[in-house]
Structures are given as structure tokens and as C-alpha cells.
């Protein structure tokens, strides 16, 4: 079974960058769509951004021109740089897979952009 594990949350300053990483396990990965999701307080979890086996990305409107996904097959790993960080970025943020998603979600990372 698919596992995620994601870090490299935390509490940045509005304009502030953050790095999230994913690792996964227990799937073919390099072979798979992954993507990155968040769920504010309140709020239903949306997709983020995403990046296909062969490297074409897509990105939400929201992040657009702020936020690069990443991935590095040889580590089973996907990146989400972020900069320019705003208040409203605040959310716990998931990796799974790209297109349809794994039920089984890691924890997450909690994201918190506040002076």
C-alpha cells in the first residue's frame, strides 16, 4: 500500500519561501502522475500543483508564477518550492498521486504565513 510522508512545514513571514518534500513508498513511482494539495481551516482540500511522468506540470491558479513543483524518481520524491507567501497559503499541504488520488493520505505538512 501507497504511503506518503511529507515535511519541511512551518511558520513563515507573508513574502517568506518554504520547501515541502513528499517521499512515497510502496508505489511505482517514477512511472506516476504526483501532485500537492492543501486544506485550510474550513475549507476542502484543493489541488495545488501537479507534474506527470514525463514532466509536463500544471498548477492552480492561486500559486501560479509563485509556487514549483519538483520531482526526483531516483528518490521516490516530489518538491513543492513556494515563495512570495501569502496569508492565505496557510494550510496543512499533501503530496499524493497527480491525477487520481490514493485514499491513503500521510499527515501532511502544516504551512502557517503570518507576521
Known amino acids: 500500500q501507497v504511503q506518503f510522508v511529507e515535511s519541511g512545514g512551518g511558520l513563515v513571514q507573508p513574502g517568506g519561501s518554504l520547501r515541502l518534500s513528499c517521499v512515497a513508498s510502496g508505489t511505482i513511482f517514477s512511472k506516476l502522475a504526483m501532485g500537492w494539495y492543501r486544506q485550510a481551516p474550513g475549507a476542502q482540500r484543493e489541488f495545488v500543483a501537479s507534474?506527470?511522468?514525463?514532466?509536463?506540470?500544471n498548477y492552480a491558479d492561486s500559486v501560479k508564477g509563485r509556487f514549483t513543483i519538483s520531482r526526483d524518481n531516483a528518490k521516490n520524491s516530489v518538491y513543492l518550492q513556494m515563495n512570495s507567501l501569502k496569508p492565505e497559503d496557510t494550510a496543512v499541504y499533501y503530496c499524493?498521486?497527480?491525477?487520481?488520488?490514493?485514499?491513503?493520505w500521510g499527515q501532511g505538512t502544516q504551512v502557517t504565513v503570518s507576521s
Open positions: 507534474i506527470m511522468s514525463g514532466g509536463n506540470i
Open positions: 499524493n498521486y497527480g491525477i487520481k488520488t490514493s485514499p491513503s
